[in-house]
């Protein structure tokens, strides 16, 4: 039976050894890399030819939203598997948006996270049962009619958005686009006004549902 490998990003340590280990010593699964953030992500990745990618997605520096992106953009058949404490709407939109073919949380149970692993090499799409029930309701929203799209937001508050589909919190969003956390906060509350929403779940699932950022 050959050996999938496996490369680990996650900046807890404890996830990493534990995680670790069980990969290592697991029958059919190897651990080809281990590593605390996704800084230079690509390298990394052409230096040790995983199999499968498992992501966390809240890591200093670039998150792993935007780390699945790149591996996507240059990897296309290189399946990632985001392994996270959040199953809230954002990040699981923006994560499969970004190229990831599975969403599983950090609480599974070992076995949960082996067999998606062995699912995900074989061209499935493992998910959390919640997650899967909100890639449902997406779908959902998708089969509704669109509403009109030009909801005058400025190009500022485009970039905003996007930072917002992306993952990023405020002080990423801050540090990204140069601009102080009270002035995205600024930009936030008219983007609410202009979509009609009142809260961030809100704004990423109409932004994705009538493609508002094209």
Do not use: W
């Not at 499935?124 to 799209?149: C, D, E, I, N, W």
């Not at 601009?179 to 994705?208: D, F, G, P, W």
């Amino acid at each position: 039976m050959s050996t999938i490998h496996v490369a680990l990003f996650d900046d807890s340590k404890s996830i990493r050894d534990s995680l670790g280990l069980l990969l290592s010593t697991t029958t059919g699964i190897g651990l080809c890399g281990c590593f605390p953030n996704a800084e230079n992500v690509i390298e990394r990745i052409a230096s040790c030819k995983p199999d499968v990618v498992l992501m966390d997605i809240d890591m200093p520096g670039m998150n792993g939203i935007e780390a699945v992106k790149l591996i996507h953009a240059t990897n296309p058949d290189l399946p990632v598997i985001m392994l996270t404490v959040f199953d809230d709407e954002e990040r699981v939109y923006a994560s499969l948006c970004a190229g990831a073919m599975g969403y599983l949380l950090k609480n599974n149970e070992p076995d949960t996270i082996l067999t998606a692993i062995n699912q995900v090499h074989e061209g499935g799409a493992p998910m959390t049962p919640s997650v899967a029930r909100k890639v449902m309701h997406y779908f959902q929203l998708l089969a509704q009619p669109k509403a009109p799209t030009d909801l005058g937001l400025s190009p500022r508050e485009k970039e905003v958005l996007q930072c917002l589909v992306d993952g990023l919190s405020y002080k990423m969003i801050s540090d990204k686009l140069e601009i102080s956390v009270e002035t995205v906060r600024s930009h936030i509350k008219h983007i609410y006004v202009k979509l009609h929403v009142h809260n961030n779940t809100e704004a990423v699932a109409r932004t994705l549902k009538e493609r508002l950022l094209g």
